[in-house]
């Protein structure tokens, strides 16, 4: 699927509205990396994983119309998170696109598509931290070394245990 495609899915299963840079980036990279969609490249940050290629391409979304942002105060599952927050509005025009292209993922692999649909909700709703959290344990190279004691704590915090 196309990198472009890819985020057009990813604002269709939102409802057209994601709260966050840090957070679109990890919707994507979880995507990415556990459906398949996308193709970015990710590298390990302070803040978690991050792709230049994918704030290159929200920034080109945003001058075609097809994505607004706006600034707020983050709400409590932000708290830890950008400050304002920049929320990213999708058009009617990326939704449908999204729209579609979930539409041709049903039909290739339900499962992926069913995944991709449960993500992308966990994603957009958990604390921006837990997120993180879930990320740093299921894919540890996306850890930067300086964050291993941060990404224990969490783990602790929130009772996430590492299954091998």
């Known amino acids: 699927m196309e990198k472009r495609n890819a985020i057009a899915v990813v604002f269709y299963l939102a409802g057209g509205v994601v709260g966050g840079l840090a957070r679109l980036q990890y919707v994507v990279y979880l995507l990415q990396k556990e459906v398949g969609l996308g193709g970015f490249w990710f590298e390990p940050r302070r803040f978690g994983p991050w792709s230049t290629e994918l704030e290159e391409a929200l920034a080109s979304l945003e001058q075609e119309g097809l994505l607004s942002v706006r600034l707020e105060e ?17 058009s ?12 041709k993922l049903v039909k290739r692999d339900q499962f992926k598509a069913y995944l991709a649909r449960r993500l992308v909700a966990i994603g957009v709703a958990i604390p921006l931290s837990r997120l993180l959290a879930y990320i740093y344990l299921k894919y540890p190279e996306a850890v930067p070394h300086t964050e291993r004691e941060k990404v224990y704590l969490w783990r602790r915090l929130y009772g996430i245990v590492a299954y091998r």
């Open 74 to 90: 983050p709400g409590p599952a932000d708290a830890l998170g950008e400050r304002p927050l920049r929320v990213y509005v999708a």
């Open 92 to 103: 009617q025009a990326l939704v449908e696109r999204g729209g579609e292209e979930f539409k």
